[in-house]
């Protein structure tokens, strides 16, 4: 069942879990999984179906009668509870029951009477890619593992697209970087078929709000608690970041009820505005058993990576001009003796909202949607006239990303109430207009087949956001245990956001109480003053200026671009904004900067890769994925 195959490879990558179907002719497939001595793991039948490289701790492996089932990642959970489901299995859309109760944050795979189901997690920090190859779908946890099996190359309206934007809103930031590597939703699992073809069921969709914020917290309380308390590293020390924000302060303080000597980290920088060091200070104190490590961050933690140090071979990263600090701070904790390291990412998504949930709450209860109306306007300075007109605006999802299209070469409005599906997105100044137009027909193709996540406008911004954070956070996973540090997102677990969404919109946000649910669900273990903040640490001012502190850097690495040799950027626009003052230069445009080197850098790492192999297109066979 469980074995280690020895072969070499001209191209190996490191990771990566590859999924076949029970054929022969996939079995013949798996002399292209790009792997040297890969594990793998065999159908019922005998064939090949997983390949890759783990760890023993992160693959559970179930079998009753025809039916086996793999949890890889982290689950920790009872074979025998497992098991007891699977007796009731006879088809692999009979797993939705087992899928909702799995603990942890792991893929879901399924070998049930020849047919393959494979899914990640609902967040997207676990995800699915498929890709065909000789008349075999095939699937895996990474895209450029599935691209490396099939000989995809990288995709040229992704690269058009994250030319002119910063690619952050679902489904669109979702998408595969190679041309012939399809994503499945991470609401939706794969199906492989017996005759070699796949498509994509969906199987959650978010809870109905109806949970009152008491009851919400009570049980939000009890599956982050147990969340955290798995983490508990079997060898090492646990970690976790202590910014002296609600969101990590409440991992630290649930951490030490089962690991009193904890050890902290938190970098001394930030805003002279941003009050965290206040609340890390009082934390620190009454942790009085936890180690806390601080670090200053100096000039060297500002330089950009080298293109031949972008180890992320998948898609671009989206804070490439912050990675050499991460890569530092995790370094920092490895020496420490640090294992397993907790972070608080995902929960500002997860407990605080624009005010786009008001548009329901309009249908709902008026009188309240009214008045909250009333404070997010005097707060953001909304003019009345738009302010009314985008709370009785009607038109649907689809409406919205044609209007993206439509108008990508607008800039975008001042004090624009956040009242609409989402921020409307503005082009960069340098991006072509070859770019720009290939842009716009990849945003109608999203309208074509948009969809909201939820009936609830403020249940889909929600879903929207957590995927949008569950992008950062699988990168953050891989960055992290490339150098030997395994990164765990609590709040990202689906027991986790199951258990916030399941509480009522209007009594999940509001304009007067800052991430309220998560502050009654802290209450007593927390200090009060922590959870009775209204203000949130503000590290944007730093991290515009470390960007602008690398303007010579950045022109000196696009001289020779890949992007604009492919006719996606104007070097000429680069140069011209980039030599105003930073004074003068648009906030924003550290956001479409780091964009854009991130990009280039990875376009030039894959370029450097492939020994020149992607400079021509490819054909490649369609993805059948419903």
């Not at 002719?25 to 594990?39: M, S, Y």
């Not at 693959?59 to 098991?83: K, Y």
Request: aromatic content about 6%.
């Amino acid at each position: 069942m469980l074995f280690k195959q020895r072969r070499s490879r001209r191209f190996a990558i490191d990771g990566g879990l590859v999924v076949l179907p029970d054929s022969a002719a996939a079995a013949r497939v798996f002399e292209r999984v790009p792997h040297d001595e890969p594990d793998v793991v065999r159908h019922p039948s005998g064939r090949p179906w997983l390949v890759g490289r783990w760890s023993p701790r992160d693959l559970v492996v179930v079998d009753e009668g025809p039916v086996r089932v793999v949890l890889f990642g982290f689950c920790p959970v009872d074979p025998r509870e497992v098991r007891a489901h699977l007796v009731r299995v006879r088809h692999p859309a009979d797993l939705d029951a087992l899928a909702r109760v799995l603990p942890g944050c792991a893929h879901l795979v399924a070998s049930v009477d020849g047919e393959v189901r494979f899914q990640g997690t609902i967040a997207g920090v676990r995800r699915v890619f498929t890709g065909r190859v000789d008349g075999v779908s095939v699937a895996g946890d990474r895209a450029d593992v599935v691209a490396e099996v099939v000989g995809a190359e990288p995709d040229v309206d992704m690269l058009a697209v994250g030319s002119v934007f910063p690619l952050f809103i679902p489904p669109l930031g979702e998408r595969s970087w190679w041309r012939g590597v399809e994503a499945v939703a991470p609401d939706s699992y794969l199906l492989l078929t017996r005759d070699g073809r796949s498509r994509s069921a969906r199987w959650w969709t978010p809870p109905e709000p109806e949970r009152s914020l008491a009851a919400g917290a009570a049980e939000l309380r009890h599956v982050l608690g147990t969340a955290v308390a798995r983490r508990k590293p079997a060898v090492g020390r646990l970690s976790a970041d202590l910014s002296g924000g609600m969101d990590s302060t409440s991992l630290c303080f649930l951490a030490a009820e089962g690991t009193p000597d904890l050890l902290t980290f938190r970098w001394l920088d930030g805003s002279p505005l941003n009050d965290d060091r206040h609340y890390a200070v009082e934390a620190k104190r009454r942790l009085d058993r936890a180690e806390h490590l601080e670090l200053a961050v100096d000039g060297g933690l500002r330089e950009l990576v080298a293109v031949d140090e972008f180890t992320d071979a998948e898609e671009p990263q989206i804070c490439a001009s912050g990675m050499t600090r991460i890569r530092r701070g995790i370094d920092t904790l490895v020496r420490q003796g640090a294992t397993t390291h907790l972070s608080g990412h995902g929960a500002d998504e997860l407990f605080t909202a624009t005010p786009f949930y008001l548009h329901s709450l309009l249908r709902r209860k008026p009188w309240t949607a009214l008045r909250r109306a009333r404070v997010y306007r005097a707060l953001g300075r909304w003019p009345l006239l738009p302010t009314i007109a985008a709370l009785a605006d009607r038109r649907g999802l689809d409406a919205w990303w044609r209007r993206c299209a439509d108008e990508l070469s607008r800039p975008l409005p001042k004090r624009a109430p956040l009242l609409d599906w989402a921020s409307r997105m503005a082009a960069s100044p340098w991006a072509t207009p070859e770019a720009v137009d290939l842009c716009r027909e990849v945003l109608r193709g999203v309208a074509d087949e948009a969809r909201p996540f939820a009936v609830d406008r403020g249940q889909h911004e929600a879903v929207s956001s957590l995927r949008t954070a569950g992008m950062f956070a699988r990168q953050m996973v891989r960055t992290h245990a490339d150098r030997g540090l395994r990164f765990e997102v609590p709040y990202l677990d689906d027991g986790v956001v199951e258990a916030a969404l399941a509480v009522r919109t209007d009594e999940r946000y509001t304009p007067w109480r800052f991430k309220p649910l998560l502050a009654e669900a802290m209450r007593g273990l927390v200090p009060d003053m922590i959870l009775n903040r209204y203000t949130k640490g503000d590290y944007e001012e730093n991290s515009e200026l470390d960007m602008k502190r690398q303007i010579p850097k950045i022109l000196e690495l696009l001289e020779d671009s890949a992007l604009a040799a492919r006719g996606m950027i104007d070097l000429d626009a680069v140069r011209a904004r980039l030599s105003l003052p930073p004074d003068v230069m648009n906030d924003d445009m550290s956001v479409h900067l780091d964009n854009v080197v991130s990009i280039e850098m990875w376009l030039r790492a894959t370029d450097a890769r492939s020994g020149g192999r992607h400079s021509a297109s490819a054909v490649h066979e369609p993805v059948e994925v419903s």
